[in-house]
């Protein structure tokens, strides 16, 4: 079975750090790229980080550049999410995701595989 395992998230003050997780199993890892997502309640879903499996290469929201910082694992098929100075503005529901296309990627829309949401709180 396919699954992407967020985990992770959690209560944190405005300007500290925490890293939410994202193992991967049950497709070929290496071939897809990666990326963070976030849901804020009342708010649309947003691209947070995107990973390109082809070179490595990091996509940052504007919002979150500087500050997020996004890898991974492949031997250990893990996608790691650094964030640093938090904010409460980055209180939300944070998603990974996989897909072939690194194009149309960040848009979010039928991406190949979903995970499941871990929550991160960030209390001002």
């Known amino acids: 079975d396919v699954q992407l395992q967020a985990s992770g998230g959690g209560l944190v003050q405005a300007g500290g750090s925490l890293r939410v997780s994202c193992a991967a199993s049950g497709f070929n890892f290496d071939g897809h790229n990666i990326a963070w997502f976030r849901q804020a309640p009342g708010k649309e879903r947003e691209v947070v980080s995107c990973?390109?499996?082809?070179?490595?290469?990091?996509y940052y929201a504007d919002s979150v550049k500087g500050r997020f910082t996004i890898s991974r694992d492949v031997a250990k098929k893990m996608v790691y999410l650094q964030m640093n100075t938090l904010k409460a503005e980055d209180t939300a529901v944070y998603y990974c995701?996989?897909?072939?296309?690194?194009?149309?990627?960040?848009?979010?829309?039928?991406?190949?595989?979903w995970g499941q949401g871990t929550q991160v709180t960030v209390s001002s």
């Open positions: 990973f390109n499996s082809g070179d490595d290469s990091t």
């Open positions: 995701a996989a897909d072939r296309d690194i194009a149309t990627m960040p848009m979010g829309k039928y991406l190949d595989h």
